[in-house]
């Protein structure tokens, strides 16, 4: 059963095209549960869509920041 929906994930995926925290994400996507929205962005950095240094290192707060991911930007060298 799909708790989020497709739409609503791309859109958290495009979203973050730029880097933000996710309190960003909650205050751009206010018509939704925040519980929803953080859903999404888990989802997306679960599936490799996204991605977070942040939590490499520390663990989640509202602050943590992430991004799309980029093959581009993180080819092996």
Do not use: C
């Not at 739409?7 to 925290?21: I, P």
């Amino acid at each position: 059963m799909r708790l989020i929906d497709a739409a609503l994930a791309k859109d958290v995926v495009e979203f973050f095209e730029r880097e933000a925290s996710f309190l960003e994400l909650e205050q751009h996507f206010t018509r939704y549960d925040p519980i929803l929205i953080r859903t999404a962005a888990i989802a997306g950095l679960h599936a490799g869509y996204l991605l977070s240094p942040d939590l490499v290192t520390q663990p989640w707060t509202l602050n943590s920041r992430i991004q799309q991911y980029s093959k581009a930007a993180h080819r092996a060298t």
